[in-house]
């Protein structure tokens, strides 16, 4: 089965082609960031005007790019939430148009569960059971994942996502967006140890995190030193990327412990970061990663996620809905895999 999967939750818009036999066979990834720079974060009604634009052009170049046609896909996998509710709604309009016309099936995918199973994608994937920590733009949950589908949630940011705190914290630090790889940059040549920042809530029990107060704590180390020298920009670069990549591994390794796992799955955007995927080393559990260019936001996660569902003889209703909230523990399970 050829899926021919689309991503348009946020600024990405993302394209990739999945086979049942040949695996991924081609992928595009536009992304919006020169549109949203400017502005210092994402502008919703911006993001769904350029998916407009860019998402048939794209489909188009990754078909001719693997030598496919249309009329060779089978079934169309589509983002469909959580996300930004215009973004979404332009992948899920295209999306179900397109299967309307070739009269193919389509399927819509939870963006967190697509980013959770993009290791999979893998030669060498993990096995269920695992805990996967989902760290993104948007989300910060640590996740009991007992198959496709099959979800519990062991914790969650109560306030900033992960992925949100560096690119709130890359704004207070002069720095452009999004902040999370811009972060990491200027921090290569910082000291971590100079600022002793927050873990957030790694004191207390429980699974849950909070990174409001991190940005703040960075904020008053900044005001204190203004104008910034590129020495103190890189010591609080480096400082701050170590708190959030501390409190991550406390967590992590709290949650292996609690549910006994011997494998756990870290994904989303942050987990493209160098010291997260460095440090992981430390955990008392063999550690997945996604490949480098399926952390951030891609179609070939959501291709990949749709075929899972598709070949379970799993269906969709025809109608066009997208779910700008979304829970990942109310999916359907997946029998198969
Ligand atoms: O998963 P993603 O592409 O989009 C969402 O679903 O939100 O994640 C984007 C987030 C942004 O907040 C970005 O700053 C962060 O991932 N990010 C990183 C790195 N690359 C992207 N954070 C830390 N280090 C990185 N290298
Ligand atoms: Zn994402």
């Known amino acids: 089965m050829l899926v021919l999967g689309i991503e348009t939750s946020c600024d990405e ?57 249309l009329s060779d896909v089978h079934s169309i996998a589509y983002t469909s939430g959580p996300g930004l509710m215009g973004a979404l709604l332009v992948g899920a309009s295209i999306a179900r148009s397109l299967a309307w016309a070739l009269n193919i099936s389509a399927m819509g995918v939870h963006h967190m569960e ?24 948007g989300h910060t949950q640590l ?30 630090l002069g720095l452009g967006y999004p902040g999370g790889p811009e972060i990491a940059r200027v921090a290569l040549t910082g000291n971590p140890s100079r600022f002793k920042l927050p873990r957030p809530m790694t004191d207390r029990p429980g699974l849950d995190f909070s990174f409001s107060g991190l940005k703040t ?19 609080i670069a480096a400082s701050f990327e170590s708190a959030v990549v501390d409190t991550l591994i406390i967590k992590c390794q709290r949650a292996i412990e609690k549910t006994k796992v011997t494998s756990l799955v870290i994904a989303g955007g942050v987990a493209a970061n160098k010291t997260l995927r460095e440090k992981a080393q430390v955990l008392d559990c063999q550690v997945f990663f996604p490949q480098d260019d399926l952390c951030t936001d ?8 749709g075929h899972k569902r598709l070949t379970a003889g799993l269906s969709d209703s025809l109608s066009i809905v997208v779910r700008p909230r979304w829970d990942l523990d109310r999916l359907d399970p997946v029998q198969q895999c």
Not at 117 to 135: I, M, N
Not at 298 to 305: D, E, I, S, T
């Open 217 to 235: 704590a960075v904020k008053l180390a900044v005001e204190k030193r203004l104008p910034l020298s590129t020495e103190n920009l890189a010591d």
């Open 143 to 172: 996740v009991f994942v007992r198959a496709i589908g099959d979800y519990t949630l062991l914790g969650q940011s109560l306030d900033d996502a992960a992925g949100e705190a560096f690119d709130k914290t890359a704004k207070v």
């Open 13 to 69: 818009t993302a394209v990739a082609l999945y086979d049942t036999d040949r695996g991924l066979c081609g992928q595009s990834i536009y992304s919006q960031t020169e549109l949203h720079e400017r502005y210092g974060g994402v502008v919703p009604e911006l993001a769904s005007r350029d998916h407009v634009q860019k998402l048939l052009p794209l489909i188009r170049q990754t078909l001719s790019q693997s030598q496919l046609e």
């Open 114 to 137: 697509a980013h959770l199973l993009a290791p999979l994608l893998d030669q060498s994937p993990p096995e269920f059971p695992f805990v996967a920590l989902l760290v993104s733009g």
């Open 298 to 305: 891609n179609g070939a996660m959501v291709a990949f996620a």
